[in-house]
T-cell receptor, first 114, second 113 residues
């Protein structure tokens, strides 16, 4: 199984809502990532988890809160988002955090903030 | 700042034409280089990668790329494209000793049947 799954596929939320994005992989990977991709732009790294611990936070606003409950799951909790946060949110995983490892990407969650 | 440039934003080719997509990066240290592809409605997939050794790297589906260190380039090539190669192609660079991938802006390839 070389798949990274993400739910939901689409999410529309208001600026006062609280929602969560979920990501799951069963490849035994120990590194997981959240990326944000705006239309016609490349993916931008948000967070990196290594062995279930947050390793990198790319200066992401606190309205985005990641969580790694176990080695297979990665969540992104959303609260008080702004319309400019509308984007495709991609999850990825890799064997480890060394950049020699290929990253496997999920299909993404398309988020619209109204 | 580290950056990755893909100069061709949109490319349209007929089937059987040859393909070359440019990728240049701006970092002088040790880098690892990747090409990812995103087919319509699908997720990003790795086409090929370069870490060291032979600068000519062969990937899946007949793609290859050549690392030219002196030119800071990692161009993607395919001798004869197919309609099924229609996709968006991203070059990515990672810097040894960091966790980060830096993606280029992508090239949308359309192959006409």
């Amino acid at each position: 199984d070389t798949e990274v799954t993400q739910t939901p596929k689409h999410l529309v939320m208001g600026m006062t809502n609280k929602k969560s994005l979920k990501c799951e992989q069963h490849m035994g990977h120990r590194a997981m990532y959240w990326y944000k991709q705006k239309a016609k732009k490349p993916p931008e790294l948000m967070f990196v988890y290594s062995y279930e611990k947050l390793s990198i936070n790319e200066s992401v606003p606190s309205r985005f809160s990641p969580e790694c409950p176990n080695s297979s799951l990665l969540n992104l909790h959303l609260h008080a988002l702004q319309p400019e946060d509308s984007a495709l949110y991609l999850c990825a995983s890799s064997q480890g955090t060394s950049v020699i490892y290929e990253q496997y990407f999920g299909p993404g969650t398309r988020l619209t903030v109204t | 700042a580290q950056s990755v440039s893909q100069h061709n934003h949109h490319v349209i080719l007929s089937e059987a034409a040859s393909l070359e997509l440019g990728c240049n990066y701006s970092y002088g240290g040790t880098v690892n280089l990747f090409w990812y592809v995103q087919y319509p409605g699908q997720h990003l997939q790795l086409l090929l990668k370069y870490f060291s050794g032979d600068p000519l790297v062969k990937g899946i589906k007949g793609f290859e790329a050549e690392f030219i260190k002196s030119k800071f380039s990692f161009n993607l090539r395919k001798p004869s494209v197919q309609w099924s190669d229609t996709a968006e192609y991203f070059c990515a660079v990672s810097v040894s000793g960091t966790y980060k991938y830096i993606f280029g802006t992508g090239t949308r390839l359309k192959v006409l049947a």
